[in-house]
C-alpha cells in the first residue's frame, strides 16, 4: 500500500476532519473515495461528450426492435 501526503491549511483539515466524522469515515477513506468518484466522473463525461461528438456527425438512430431486425441471423 502506498502512502500519500496532502498539505493543508488547518481550517481546511479541520472541515475535512469533521466533515469526515460527519459520515462515520475515516479521513483517508473520505479522499480516497472523493478521488475516485471523481475520477469515474470524469471518464463518464468524456465517454458522454465522445457519443455526442458521434451523434452529430450521424444522427441515424434505430428503435430495440430494427436494431434486433439487423443483428438477427439470415439463413
Request: net charge negative; proline share 1%; charged share 35%.
Amino acid at each position: 500500500m502506498t502512502t500519500i501526503s496532502l498539505r493543508l491549511e488547518d481550517r481546511d483539515a479541520e472541515l475535512i476532519k469533521g466533515y469526515a466524522a460527519m459520515k462515520r469515515m475515516t479521513v483517508s477513506e473520505l479522499i480516497r473515495q472523493t478521488v475516485l468518484d471523481r475520477i469515474a466522473m470524469e471518464v463518464d463525461l468524456r465517454s458522454y461528450r465522445r457519443a455526442v461528438a458521434q451523434y452529430h456527425k450521424d444522427s441515424e438512430t434505430y428503435t430495440h426492435e430494427e436494431v434486433g431486425e439487423l443483428l438477427e441471423e439470415k439463413p
